[in-house]
C-alpha cells in the first residue's frame, strides 16, 4: 500500500521555502567579496598592488592611504618579501551631558616571492600620497659573477 502525502496549494514547497536563502548564497559569490578582500573594511587583508620589472629592478607599489611611513614594517626573509602595517586611532570627544568615543583598528599583511637575483641590501621604500613604493634592485646572477682564482 503506497500512502500519498496532500500538499495544501496555498502553501510554498518545502524547496521553495530556502530558495530565498540559497539565492542570497548566489549572490554573495556573484559579487567580488570573495575575491576583492578589500570590500570587508578598510584595508582588507591585502591592499591593491602593482608590480613593474625593468632591466634593473623590481617596483611595487601598494595602495594605502590614511597610513605614516612609520607605520609599516617591511623584512625581506630568503627571497620572501614582507609588508605589514598596523594602525590604531583613539578618538575621544566630550560635550555637555555626553561622551563620545570610537576606537580604530586598521591592518594588513602582504608579502611578495622574490626571485634570487636581487640585491637584498639595497632594498628601498618610500610612502608618498597614500602609495607605498618599494624598490627591489636586481644583481647580477650567480652564473654571469666572474671571479679569478689566484694559483700560489
Known sequence: MRSLTRRD???PAARNMFS???SDIDRMFENDMFLMPMHLNRFG??????????DKEYA????VP???GEDFEIEVDENMLMVSCQQEADTKEDKEGYTRREYNYSSFSRSFRLPE???????????TNGVLHITVPKSVPKAQRRK?????
Open 45 to 54: 587583508n591585502m591592499p591593491a598592488a602593482n608590480v613593474r620589472e625593468t
Open 117 to 127: 637575483t636581487i640585491a637584498e641590501d639595497k632594498i628601498k621604500a618610500q610612502y
Open 66 to 68: 590614511g597610513m605614516k
Open 9 to 11: 496549494e496555498n502553501k
Open 148 to 152: 679569478r682564482i689566484n694559483v700560489d
Open 20 to 22: 530565498g536563502f540559497f
Open 60 to 63: 611595487i607599489e601598494l595602495a
